[in-house]
């Protein structure tokens, strides 16, 4: 609660994003830092077991960003989220991107204090993955399907997939996108314009369980 409260005192936009490994949340970020980083400031918690790769591949893209790594930990929790905060020190109206550990099961659990959880799924993991990881796909404020340029190489349905999210998560927004080409970007993009403006016309009330 305290993040959360940090971050509505700066109307940074804090998204949690998370995935299994390899669905393409770092690339999706830098892309992303390339196409929205002209419009407002972003920097990004880096979250991985080990090494500082994804952290220097955003700071290649043009982003601030800080590594945590969490050794045999499977998730962030949000007292790595409150250190990495001050070392990071994000600026007032920028977007923060979490790209928490891959891993679809606890990270559904851990409240970072983030304005929503982004859940990327990419369709060369299989159409059924929010049948078999409810809670992540229940906890999200937006699904992405990511690598929709492969989709002609590999047995996905994206109407399939869309029916199996809305089976945990009805009326939940899902934007098929490839991070790779483009393709579908430009409705992300919009989404976090939309989400940013909520934001700056939200009054702060903390979070009650
Ligand atoms: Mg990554
Ligand atoms: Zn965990």
Redesign the pocket.
Known sequence: DENRQWLAEQAILALNVTSSPGAGKTTLLERTIRGLGADRPIAVIEGDQETLLDAERIRAAGARAVQVNTGA???LDADMVHRALHALNPEPQSVLFIENVG?L???ALFDLGEHSKVVVISVTEGQDKPLKYPHMFAAAGLVLINKIDLIPYVNFDLETCFGYARSVNPGVEILPVSATSGDGVDAWYDWIRTESGVLANASYVPKTR
């Open positions: 930990g499977c998730h891993n099961v606890c990270p």
